[in-house]
């Protein structure tokens, strides 16, 4: 992998307070949707059977730099038998009404492995729409984990190939809203050819206003036998006035299959917190090792044991509404 991947930028004097990256991770910045210290659109490609030695964050800021629509592109090429992770974080750095389109192409060759850890994180005016594209070959594996934690709208849409056989994707996210804000998962991934393996499961805990909507589509081709798809969203009502959508969809063409999806809307679990309530928990701490625990099925998916923690610690200042004091304030310190 290109050194230049390897690059700390001038922003302008805004105090960079991310606690997201770990140690002897690289850092690429993607300022206003320009690549910095490297040319755009952002390209990774791996050779064949290359292993990147480091995770590779990828931090993509707006500021009042550029205040209107941008959108900008990614491309990431796995060669045969290559590994890497990628870590992408977004962050708002002023409080401009941002609109954000972001299209993110990945490709992986036969037997290559690749993990992403995608975290949003703006402030309420700003809506971030993301468009991603998988293409996967025979024996290839995929693991993507979307912790959306605040923004006004959040708009992923994932479309996902499995052209060759063995290939496994699993596909995980978690979603948090309060106040008026809408977040969208929309997936639609193809079976292709037989034997391929597929997981899906998105969670989301809605507060106040919060608006959430999931679409799951799992398409088998007709001769994609031995097909094995499993898709499940689960959301958490905290208010009243919160609302999920949920529409899971199987489209089978072929016979010799197993799939299944499903999906649920709830409240917090009454006997679970007066029991926690009997052994002297107060009732908002109770409410918050619910969700907490609702939670961690998603988390548990991130392979890398310190980003876990470190994703775990933010989504319990999310839920504790520790962001709730910096509704005045763009940067969201994560």
Do not use: W
Not at 62 to 70: A, D, F, S, T, V
Not at 76 to 86: E, L, M, Q, V
Not at 146 to 168: M, P, Q, W, Y
Request: glycine share 6%.
């Amino acid at each position: 992998m290109k050194e230049n991947f390897i690059y700390v930028p001038d922003l302008g004097g805004h105090d960079f307070r991310c606690k997201v990256p770990l140690k002897n991770t690289r850092q690429q910045f993607i300022v206003n949707g320009r690549v910095q210290g490297g040319e755009s659109p952002f390209t990774l490609s791996l050779k064949e059977n290359e292993v990147m030695d480091q995770m590779l964050q990828i931090i993509g800021v707006r500021n009042e730099e550029h205040k209107g629509p941008l959108s900008f592109s990614e491309r990431f090429h796995f060669g045969a038998n290559s590994k890497g992770t990628i870590i992408e974080c977004s962050h708002t750095f002023s409080l401009d009404e941002f609109k954000t389109e972001e299209t993110m192409d990945i490709v992986l060759e036969a037997g290559a492995s690749a993990e992403f850890f995608i975290m949003q994180n703006e402030h309420n005016k700003a809506e971030h729409y993301l468009n991603c594209n998988v293409e996967m070959a025979e024996g290839a594996s995929l693991r993507m984990v979307f912790i959306s934690l605040h923004g006004g709208v959040i708009d992923n849409k994932l479309n996902v190939n499995l052209n060759g056989r063995h290939a496994e994707c699993d596909l995980s996210g978690l979603y948090l809203t309060d106040s008026k804000q809408l977040m969208s998962n929309s997936i639609v991934l193809k079976h292709l050819v037989p034997d391929c393996h597929s997981t899906q499961l998105f969670k989301g805990i809605l507060d106040d206003e919060g608006v959430t909507k999931f679409y799951g589509g799992i398409v088998v081709a007709q001769d994609a036998q031995h097909t094995e798809a499993f898709q499940a969203n689960h959301n958490l009502l905290i208010s009243d006035s919160a609302k999920a959508f949920s529409q899971p969809q199987l489209e089978i063409y072929a016979d010799d299959v197993k799939c299944s999806h499903g999906a649920t809307v709830g409240r917090l679990n009454e006997d679970e917190l007066f029991y926690m309530r009997t052994r002297g928990i107060p009732v908002e701490e109770a409410k918050l090792l619910q969700q907490m625990a609702f939670a961690y099925e998603v988390l548990s998916h991130i392979t890398n044991e310190e980003l876990r923690e470190r994703m775990q610690s933010l989504v319990e200042k999310r839920l504790r509404g520790e962001f709730a004091h910096c509704k005045n304030c763009s940067k969201n310190c994560c």
